[in-house]
């Protein structure tokens, strides 16, 4: 919603049924993230380009993350991620001089706590997403937590939310077993225009000069990615893994035959993924995995293991294999047809990805809400004419 919008609407005319709806009418959106640029990862992408894509539908979309001049300490074993620090009375006064319509706590980290406690202090309505079974992933680098320890912390941040959006069924399926609540569907997209099989044997192809077929990993080198349970197998041809991450020097003196090829972005990554025979996802953390759909979308087949996001992108898509046996996988995957696999992924767009992410931000039921925007009003700054 624009200024001059916002403004031409009296502060008490009454609600419309479609006004209240949300729908299509633009909306002032809140989102709060730890996980943000010039982090890479599945999850600065994803929010990314649905913050690019519902600017470009009209909503107003205020981002709230670690590089707005928070003071900042890096993550313990991931320093790439910055956990702000005494943000709550800054993310109070953005709330006050921003006035959203909706909120939408992206992430679990220090920013992401800090919003939730505003929230619940204001009684503001506020939605979740589940992007990284996180219990999962601080045991694997923590052994000595547990994971029932990791899944209580969650329900305490997430059951609190209106709303808990989840990329996959299975995911959903998982959480409700684990008692979250208030779960809904938010599915993913791919850039299909960079992610593209035209691609493909460019010059050659970047991987003229190794030997065939190629076996492609892309992602972080940590502990957390099991990538381990990847180069231990036995493959014909070459592995080639593409990334940064804590692993990398172990793994590169561990496997001297592997193909080190650090990080990689945009149209250079594309490549390597077109050029790819298969692309090979060992996650048992990951809630979808991103670069499942652009590994399809550049007519590269996928092998993984049956865990949550390739066990409900890959069985019957003809776009890849997944299996409890990783190497028979990646043989089966090698088997696919490159055309499906496009075709496949042209099924994901964002800006479907950003449409399903403003429907499920839609607030409490209209009597609540005008409770609580009244109350707002009262708690705002005199000086400051109320926008709703």
């Not at 919603?1 to 959106?29: F, L, N, V, W, Y």
């Not at 981002?63 to 910055?82: A, D, K, N, S």
């Not at 808990?164 to 409700?176: G, I, Q």
């Not at 403003?358 to 705002?380: D, Y």
């Amino acid at each position: 919603m624009t200024q001059t919008q916002s403004q031409s609407t009296p502060a008490d005319a009454p609600e419309t049924d479609d006004e209240d709806d949300g729908g299509d009418r633009p909306q002032r959106i809140m989102l709060v993230t730890d996980a943000w640029e010039p982090q890479v990862n599945g999850v600065v992408r994803t929010l990314t380009r649905v913050t690019q894509e519902c600017r470009e539908m009209g909503h107003e979309i205020e981002v709230i993350h670690p590089g707005q001049g928070f003071r900042t300490m890096p993550l313990p074993t991931y320093p790439e991620i910055q956990l702000a620090l005494g943000a709550r009375k800054t993310i109070e006064e953005r709330f006050k001089d921003f006035e959203p319509e909706a909120i939408h706590i992206a992430t679990e980290g220090t920013l992401g706590m800090a919003a939730r406690a505003v929230c619940i202090k204001w009684k503001l309505p506020f939605t979740t997403s589940y992007h990284t079974k996180f219990p999962e992933y601080v045991n694997a680098r923590f052994p000595f937590v547990p994971l029932a320890a990791g899944y209580s912390f969650m329900r305490w941040f997430h059951n609190s939310g209106g709303r808990l959006m989840v990329a996959t069924p299975s995911m959903r399926e998982d959480l409700e077993k684990r008692g979250f609540k208030n779960i809904t569907p938010w599915a993913r997209g791919v850039d299909t225009d960079i992610f593209n099989p035209g691609r493909r044997g460019i010059d050659g192809g970047v991987f003229k000069d190794i030997e065939g077929p190629v076996f492609l990993y892309v992602g972080r080198v940590a502990v957390e990615k099991n990538i381990e349970a990847f180069l231990k197998i036995e493959l014909p041809g070459t592995k080639v893994v593409i990334g940064p991450g804590p692993q990398l020097e172990e793994l590169k003196k561990k496997y001297p035959d592997v193909k080190f090829l650090g990080a990689m972005y945009g149209e250079e990554l594309a490549r390597h993924f077109a050029d790819a025979d298969v692309f090979v996802f060992p996650s048992l953390t990951d809630t979808f995995g991103l670069v499942i759909l652009e590994s399809m979308a550049t007519g590269t087949p996928v092998a993984a293991f049956p865990a949550p996001g390739p066990k409900d992108l890959i069985p019957g898509s003809g776009a890849g294999a997944v299996s409890e046996d990783l190497q028979e996988a990646c043989l089966e995957a090698l088997k696919c047809d490159r055309a499906r696999c496009r075709e496949y992924a042209e099924g994901f767009s964002w800006r479907s990805c950003a449409e399903d992410f403003v429907k499920n931000l839609k607030p409490q039921p209209k009597p609540e809400r005008r409770r609580i925007w009244r109350r707002i009003r009262r708690l705002g700054r005199p000086d400051r004419k109320p926008l709703f």
